[in-house]
């Protein structure tokens, strides 16, 4: 319960369970309506711009003289970095499949085992 007031913001002087729970059942009618719910929604979603990244914003890692280089080099980093995180969501997807096939083992208790 003093987890749920924590999350929730609900004061903690309340000792009575009862009144803590009517508080809570309050907040969550009043806050999260599907009314209320839609109109958070609706204000973050215009509220999300994309961000617009300058060559210069980025650092490269690499300093050289010329500044075209240090361009491609960043432009490279940023390539790369995006390989990289596909490269894991494919490595996320196969650990997921694998892991649905190796999680529920098959129990044959005549045998006394767990497993095939």
């Known amino acids: 319960m003093n987890r749920i007031q924590c999350l929730l913001n609900v004061p903690t002087k309340l000792n009575d369970n009862l009144t803590v729970l009517q508080a809570i059942s ?26 617009q990244l300058t060559l210069n914003s980025i650092n ?20 790369h970095i ?17 892991q649905t096939i190796t999680a529920n083992p098959k129990t044959d208790s005549s045998l006394g085992k767990v497993g095939f």
């Open 26 to 51: 309050k907040l969550i009618t009043e806050k999260l309506n599907p009314k209320s719910v839609q109109a958070f929604l609706d204000e973050n979603k215009s509220s999300k711009e994309p961000i």
């Open 82 to 98: 995006k390989e990289l995180r596909d490269l894991q969501t494919k490595i996320n997807e196969t650990i997921v499949s694998i």
């Open 60 to 79: 490269s890692g690499v300093e050289c003289k010329d500044p075209v280089l240090n361009d491609a080099v960043k432009v490279l980093r940023l390539l």
